[in-house]
C-alpha cells in the first residue's frame, strides 16, 4: 500500500515531458520536410531525364523513357517512404529491439502479400516490355491509354476519360494494340441499280489519292471486293493498314473522300424506301 501511494503522490516532470515531446515533434516535422524535398528534387531530376532523351532519341523512343521515368519515380517514393516512416517511429520508440522486429515483420509479412506479388508481377511487366506509357491495351475487361506504369499499380485511362486503377498482381492477360500497324476498313453500301466496276474503278481512285496524301497509311488501301448482298444494297470492302492509334482518324477521313467521289460520279447509295399498291377497285 505504501509502494502505491508514493506512486500517486510522486510528482511528474512536466518540464522534461514537454521538452521531450516538442524534441520528437520538431525531429518529426524535419523528417517530413526532407521526405518531401528529396521526392521533389527527385521527380525534378527524373522529368529532366526523360526529356533529354525525348529530344536526343538515341537510346531511347518516348514511350519508352517515359515508361522508366514513372517506373523511378515509384521506386523513389517508395524507398523514401520507407525510411522516413522507420526514422519517425525510431524517433517515437527509440531503437528498435530484435524481438519487436521480429514480431513487426511477420505482421508485415502476412499482411504484405499482395503489395509482395503486385512488385514481382510489375517487374515483370516492366522487364518483359509488355507495354508501356502511351500504349493503347486491354487488360481483362479495362481498356484505355496506359498513364503510368508503377512497381505496384497500372494507370489505364479509357476514351470517356475514366481512370482505372489496376494492381499488378491482377494482370495476367494483356492485348495491346499499339506495337503492330493496325486495320483500316470502311465498308460502302451501294444500291444495286449502280454498276459494281464502276462504283470498284471510282473507289480505287479514291483509294490511291488517299494512300499518296495520307502519311499515317502504312499500307493501301486498297479495294477488296463485294462482301455481302443486303436486302436494300451492295456493301463493298475497303482495307487498308495505317500507324497505331491512327487507323480511326484515317477510316473517318476516308469515309469522308469516298462520299465525295461517289456524289460527283452519281452513284447512289441505298437508304430505307416504301412501294405503295393500290389494290382497291376504282371502276365501277
Same mark, same amino acid.
Request: proline share 2%; net charge neutral.
Given at each position: 500500500?505504501?509502494?502505491?501511494?508514493?506512486?500517486?503522490?510522486?510528482?511528474?516532470?512536466?518540464?522534461?515531458?514537454?521538452?521531450?515531446?516538442?524534441?520528437?515533434?520538431?525531429?518529426?516535422?524535419?523528417?517530413?520536410?526532407?521526405?518531401?524535398?528529396?521526392?521533389?528534387?527527385?521527380?525534378?531530376?527524373?522529368?529532366?531525364?526523360?526529356?533529354?532523351?525525348?529530344?536526343?532519341?538515341?537510346?531511347?523512343?518516348?514511350?519508352?523513357?517515359?515508361?522508366?521515368?514513372?517506373?523511378?519515380?515509384?521506386?523513389?517514393?517508395?524507398?523514401?517512404?520507407?525510411?522516413?516512416?522507420?526514422?519517425?517511429?525510431?524517433?517515437?520508440?527509440?531503437?528498435?529491439?530484435?524481438?519487436?522486429?521480429?514480431?513487426?515483420?511477420?505482421?508485415?509479412?502476412?499482411?504484405?502479400?499482395?503489395?509482395?506479388?503486385?512488385?514481382?508481377?510489375?517487374?515483370?511487366?516492366?522487364?518483359?516490355?509488355?507495354?508501356?506509357?502511351?500504349?493503347?491495351?486491354?487488360?481483362?475487361?479495362?481498356?484505355?491509354?496506359?498513364?503510368?506504369?508503377?512497381?505496384?499499380?497500372? %494507370?489505364?485511362? =479509357?476514351?470517356? *476519360?475514366?481512370?482505372?486503377?489496376? #494492381?499488378?498482381?491482377? /494482370?495476367?492477360?494483356?492485348? !495491346?494494340?499499339?506495337?503492330?500497324?493496325?486495320?483500316?476498313?470502311?465498308?460502302?453500301?451501294?444500291?444495286?441499280?449502280?454498276?459494281?466496276?464502276?462504283?470498284?474503278?471510282?473507289?480505287?481512285?479514291?483509294?490511291?489519292?488517299?494512300?499518296?496524301?495520307?502519311?499515317?497509311?502504312?499500307?493501301?488501301?486498297?479495294?477488296?471486293?463485294?462482301?455481302?448482298?443486303?436486302?436494300?444494297?451492295?456493301?463493298?470492302?475497303?482495307?487498308?493498314?495505317?500507324?497505331?492509334?491512327?487507323?480511326?482518324?484515317?477510316?473517318?477521313?476516308?469515309?469522308?473522300?469516298?462520299? %465525295?467521289?461517289? =456524289?460527283?460520279? *452519281?452513284?447512289?447509295?441505298?437508304? #430505307?424506301?416504301?412501294? /405503295?399498291?393500290?389494290?382497291? !377497285?376504282?371502276?365501277?
Amino acid at each position: 500500500m505504501q509502494n502505491i501511494r508514493e506512486l500517486f503522490t510522486q510528482k511528474l516532470d512536466w518540464d522534461t515531458i514537454l521538452n521531450t515531446l516538442i524534441n520528437k515533434t520538431l525531429a518529426i516535422i524535419i523528417i517530413v520536410a526532407i521526405m518531401m524535398i528529396a521526392i521533389k528534387i527527385s521527380v525534378k531530376a527524373i522529368n529532366n531525364f526523360v526529356e533529354r532523351q525525348s529530344k536526343l532519341k538515341i537510346s531511347l523512343d518516348d514511350r519508352k523513357a517515359s515508361t522508366i521515368g514513372e517506373i523511378l519515380k515509384s521506386v523513389v517514393r517508395y524507398t523514401v517512404y520507407f525510411f522516413g516512416i522507420t526514422s519517425m517511429l525510431t524517433v517515437l520508440f527509440g531503437p528498435i529491439n530484435i524481438a519487436f522486429a521480429s514480431i513487426g515483420g511477420v505482421a508485415i509479412g502476412f499482411g504484405a502479400q499482395n503489395l509482395v506479388k503486385d512488385v514481382i508481377n510489375g517487374f515483370f511487366i516492366i522487364f518483359e516490355d509488355q507495354f508501356a506509357v502511351g500504349d493503347y491495351v486491354n487488360i481483362g475487361d479495362k481498356g484505355g491509354i496506359v498513364e503510368s506504369i508503377g512497381l505496384r499499380l497500372t %494507370k489505364l485511362k =479509357d476514351f470517356s *476519360g475514366d481512370c482505372h486503377v489496376i #494492381p499488378n498482381g491482377n /494482370i495476367t492477360v494483356i492485348t !495491346n494494340h499499339s506495337r503492330n500497324d493496325m486495320r483500316v476498313l470502311v465498308e460502302v453500301d451501294v444500291a444495286y441499280e449502280e454498276d459494281v466496276d464502276n462504283v470498284i474503278e471510282t473507289l480505287n481512285g479514291v483509294c490511291e489519292d488517299f494512300g499518296k496524301k495520307n502519311e499515317n497509311m502504312v499500307e493501301g488501301p486498297k479495294v477488296i471486293g463485294v462482301t455481302n448482298l443486303k436486302d436494300s444494297g451492295v456493301t463493298i470492302r475497303v482495307c487498308g493498314k495505317a500507324l497505331s492509334m491512327t487507323q480511326w482518324e484515317c477510316e473517318v477521313k476516308l469515309r469522308k473522300e469516298i462520299k %465525295k467521289a461517289l =456524289d460527283r460520279d *452519281g452513284i447512289e447509295i441505298p437508304y #430505307p424506301k416504301r412501294m /405503295i399498291y393500290n389494290t382497291s !377497285n376504282n371502276d365501277k
